[in-house]
């Protein structure tokens, strides 16, 4: 897939490029606003990945003038500016998702991989054409079961096959789609690729033919049998690791080649941020010397912003805070006195001191398990007793769980704010005279993400129970019970709480409350999906295909209730739930949203903690009943 990248700060560039490419990205670079509209308006892009502030034409314009010339292409911005309104008015130019500098880079690829989907919607987690599978959530394709060694261009080959499976590829065509407007091949150069990508299926079972010529057309995947139909599966743990085996070697991750290259590019740019920083000790030192020039002081901002973006994608987040501080104070607006002067000298001794350290390894830290089928999920266990903790950590591997223990609170806060686990077994008892498992249940039912828990105790109390209950715990399980017991329950939590992650389409004309939603319902892993113009909802609502429809009440043209009349009167959307947002609390108006088909119903201003369960409990109660009929 093909991405235009707009930024003009190098190293960012570079950095983002190189992790692009390493995930399979095809990546065309351009370092101004006006070069960037014009790539987009001749070249046909998959994703746009947009800085906000660059020379020519700032991202949000460019994102403005191409969605007022029909562009359908996802654009995510990239920016250091962190406040609401500058998200607001990112989003309001069109831009499908908003992130800010310094960002990790795996998160990014998990918003690029998110919108990718929302533009391709039944586009599954893993595909499968006879014996060749494609996992796009691990970046693998494997043949019965064995992985597949490929070069980045191979692997951009055979993706557009299986994601075209019937479709015959001209070799002009694969040069326009997989290779990036800087390179200019020659079409024998498609055909020794698609030479070495035959000899490498053929190697692991498929027939000399798999990917089969069409003379004087081009290439596809070969037909295959009427009764062997295409499926969709997700290949299993051991599969994946049987294949690597015969493969004769580990496979090196996207993230740790992602980090190998950062620490290569870390080392190419040093000498450039030492520039960055003079600049700013040229400035201080003016300044502390009564000399500084509106020129100098304009400089020094411009590299502190860049220093901001840039430090912590490079591992030095701590290295970023500093300079956006810096250049907080160094605004044209900011009064500098001698106070300020002093903080800005103390700021950038403390920028010199983390830059004379290695950087961290969080530039590159691993996307959550989550975000990967095949992933093995973090469980902590919060309990003193080391005879159980041990019986649990002998067979966590069985049950594809990662474990760790926390014998304390304490150290059970420690673990979830240093790395949050996918589900918690807490035990309700522990020797504090202040504290016991029902306090820290009580913290994590109010905190983002909502980790799921499931308590332990030795105390099988109706009390207990309904606290438990009314804290949001998950599950309830009393001692003693065997160890199987105790990980069917957590599968069995995980895989509801799973299950919940869904569309959800927000109709709201107030852009504030659209981008407020979005930012409180992602955390819960929802994909939320903003309309600003109800005049667009028939179109928006076939097109994203929500699990759950939030309604402003009234709006230009259309009011919600009228919306909320046209679903119900719809046979393929008469089941969808349906929750109105609004300020009005009349009883005659709350009457009529229910009249009109109406679910649920909440009065602004919004309450978080009321809407998020809400939204997440009429999510489950509907899988529920799904799951029922089903079984049926």
């Given at each position: 897939?093909?991405?235009?990248?707009?930024?003009?700060?190098?190293?960012?560039?570079?950095?983002?490029?190189?992790?692009?490419?390493?995930?399979?990205?095809?990546?065309?670079?351009?370092?101004?606003?006006?070069?960037?509209?014009?790539?987009?308006?001749?070249?046909?892009?998959?994703?746009?990945?947009?800085?906000?502030?660059?020379?020519?034409?700032?991202?949000?314009?460019?994102?403005?003038?191409?969605?007022?010339?029909?562009?359908?292409?996802?654009?995510?911005?990239?920016?250091?500016?962190?406040?609401?309104?500058?998200?607001?008015?990112?989003?309001?130019?069109?831009?499908?998702?908003?992130?800010?500098?310094?960002?990790?880079?795996?998160?990014?690829?998990?918003?690029?991989?998110?919108?990718?989907?929302?533009?391709?919607?039944?586009?599954?987690?893993?595909?499968?054409?006879?014996?060749?599978?494609?996992?796009?959530?691990?970046?693998?394709?494997?043949?019965?079961?064995?992985?597949?060694?490929?070069?980045?261009?191979?692997?951009?080959?055979?993706?557009?096959?299986?994601?075209?499976?019937?479709?015959?590829?001209?070799?002009?065509?694969?040069?326009?789609?997989?290779?990036?407007?800087?390179?200019?091949?020659?079409?024998?150069?498609?055909?020794?690729?698609?030479?070495?990508?035959?000899?490498?299926?053929?190697?692991?079972?498929?027939?000399?033919?798999?990917?089969?010529?069409?003379?004087?057309?081009?290439?596809?995947?070969?037909?295959?049998?009427?009764?062997?139909?295409?499926?969709?599966?997700?290949?299993?743990?051991?599969?994946?690791?049987?294949?690597?085996?015969?493969?004769?070697?580990?496979?090196?991750?996207?993230?740790?080649?992602?980090?190998?290259?950062?620490?290569?590019?870390?080392?190419?740019?040093?000498?450039?941020?030492?520039?960055?920083?003079?600049?700013?000790?040229?400035?201080?030192?003016?300044?502390?010397?009564?000399?500084?020039?509106?020129?100098?002081?304009?400089?020094?901002?411009?590299?502190?912003?860049?220093?901001?973006?840039?430090?912590?994608?490079?591992?030095?987040?701590?290295?970023?805070?500093?300079?956006?501080?810096?250049?907080?104070?160094?605004?044209?607006?900011?009064?500098?006195?001698?106070?300020?002067?002093?903080?800005?000298?103390?700021?950038?001794?403390?920028?010199?001191?983390?830059?004379?350290?290695?950087?961290?390894?969080?530039?590159?830290?691993?996307?959550?398990?989550?975000?990967?089928?095949?992933?093995?999920?973090?469980?902590?266990?919060?309990?003193?007793?080391?005879?159980?903790?041990?019986?649990?950590?002998?067979?966590?591997?069985?049950?594809?769980?990662?474990?760790?223990?926390?014998?304390?609170?304490?150290?059970?806060?420690?673990?979830?704010?240093?790395?949050?686990?996918?589900?918690?077994?807490?035990?309700?008892?522990?020797?504090?005279?202040t504290e016991n498992g029902l306090t820290l249940l009580a913290e994590l039912a109010h905190q983002p993400p909502q980790i799921p828990v499931v308590a332990f105790t030795g105390r099988d109390s109706l009390s207990d129970r309904i606290e438990?209950?009314?804290?949001?715990?998950?599950?309830?399980?009393?001692?003693?019970?065997?160890?199987?017991?105790?990980?069917?329950?957590?599968?069995?939590?995980?895989?509801?709480?799973?299950?919940?992650?869904?569309?959800?389409?927000?109709?709201?004309?107030?852009?504030?409350?659209?981008?407020?939603?979005?930012?409180?319902?992602?955390?819960?892993?929802?994909?939320?999906?903003?309309?600003?113009?109800?005049?667009?909802?028939?179109?928006?609502?076939?097109?994203?295909?929500?699990?759950?429809?939030?309604?402003?009440?009234?709006?230009?043209?259309?009011?919600?209730?009228?919306?909320?009349?046209?679903?119900?009167?719809?046979?393929?959307?008469?089941?969808?739930?349906?929750?109105?947002?609004?300020?009005?609390?009349?009883?005659?108006?709350?009457?009529?949203?229910?009249?009109?088909?109406?679910?649920?119903?909440?009065?602004?201003?919004?309450?978080?903690?009321?809407?998020v369960t809400r939204i997440v409990n009429r999510l489950e109660r509907v899988r529920w009943r799904q799951n029922e009929v089903s079984e049926s």
């Amino acid at each position: 897939m093909k991405i235009l990248l707009v930024e003009d700060d190098e190293p960012t560039a570079l950095v983002l490029k190189e992790a692009l490419s390493t995930h399979h990205y095809i990546v065309t670079l351009a370092t101004d606003g006006q070069t960037g509209l014009e790539l987009a308006q001749a070249y046909t892009y998959d994703l746009l990945l947009l800085d906000v502030l660059v020379p020519k034409m700032n991202g949000m314009t460019l994102c403005r003038q191409l969605r007022s010339e029909g562009y359908q292409s996802p654009i995510l911005l990239l920016t250091a500016l962190d406040n609401s309104t500058d998200r607001v008015m990112g989003l309001d130019a069109g831009a499908d998702d908003y992130l800010v500098k310094p960002f990790d880079i795996e998160e990014l690829m998990a918003r690029i991989r998110a919108l990718l989907r929302r533009g391709n919607s039944t586009l599954p987690p893993v595909l499968s054409w006879g014996e060749l599978q494609f996992d796009p959530g691990a970046s693998e394709f494997s043949y019965a079961g064995k992985i597949l060694r490929l070069s980045a261009k191979e692997y951009s080959l055979l993706e557009l096959f299986i994601l075209n499976p019937r479709r015959v590829f001209s070799r002009s065509a694969m040069i326009d789609r997989l290779w990036s407007d800087e390179e200019y091949p020659e079409e024998n150069t498609v055909t020794a690729h698609i030479k070495t990508l035959r000899k490498k299926l053929k190697a692991v079972g498929a027939t000399s033919d798999f990917i089969e010529t069409m003379y004087g057309l081009g290439y596809r995947l070969k037909s295959l049998p009427e009764k062997e139909v295409p499926v969709h599966e997700t290949l299993s743990t051991s599969n994946r690791a049987e294949g690597a085996r015969e493969a004769g070697e580990e496979k090196e991750l996207p993230q740790q080649q992602v980090k190998s290259s950062v620490s290569k590019l870390w080392e190419k740019f040093k000498g450039t941020f030492t520039a960055q920083v003079e600049v700013l000790e040229h400035a201080t030192q003016a300044l502390t010397e009564g000399r500084l020039t509106v020129e100098l002081q304009q400089k020094a901002l411009q590299e502190a912003h860049r220093l901001g973006g840039s430090l912590g994608i490079f591992g030095f987040a701590e290295g970023s805070k500093l300079a956006k501080r810096l250049e907080q104070l160094l605004e044209p607006e900011a009064t500098i006195g001698q106070e300020q002067a002093l903080q800005i000298s103390k700021l950038l001794g403390l920028l010199q001191q983390e830059l004379s350290k290695p950087p961290s390894e969080s530039a590159s830290k691993s996307a959550p398990a989550s975000n990967s089928a095949s992933s093995s999920s973090r469980l902590l266990v919060i309990d003193d007793d080391v005879a159980l903790t041990e019986r649990l950590k002998g067979e966590a591997t069985a049950w594809n769980m990662l474990l760790d223990v926390a014998p304390s609170l304490k150290a059970a806060r420690i673990a979830i704010a240093s790395t949050p686990p996918d589900i918690i077994l807490l035990d309700l008892t522990f020797p504090t005279p202040t504290e016991n498992g029902l306090t820290l249940l009580a913290e994590l039912a109010h905190q983002p993400p909502q980790i799921p828990v499931v308590a332990f105790t030795g105390r099988d109390s109706l009390s207990d129970r309904i606290e438990v209950a009314r804290l949001g715990g998950r599950a309830f399980l009393h001692k003693p019970v065997s160890t199987e017991q105790i990980f069917q329950t957590l599968t069995q939590v995980l895989n509801r709480v799973r299950a919940v992650e869904a569309k959800v389409m927000v109709v709201d004309d107030d852009p504030i409350i659209l981008a407020t939603l979005s930012s409180l319902l992602k955390p819960w892993g929802l994909d939320v999906t903003t309309l600003e113009n109800p005049q667009r909802f028939w179109e928006v609502l076939s097109y994203v295909a929500p699990d759950l429809l939030v309604l402003d009440l009234e709006m230009p043209r259309f009011s919600g209730i009228e919306l909320c009349q046209v679903v119900r009167n719809d046979p393929q959307w008469s089941e969808l739930p349906i929750l109105f947002l609004t300020a009005h609390t009349e009883k005659d108006t709350i009457n009529q949203a229910f009249a009109a088909g109406a679910d649920d119903y909440i009065s602004k201003p919004i309450a978080e903690q009321e809407l998020v369960t809400r939204i997440v409990n009429r999510l489950e109660r509907v899988r529920w009943r799904q799951n029922e009929v089903s079984e049926s």
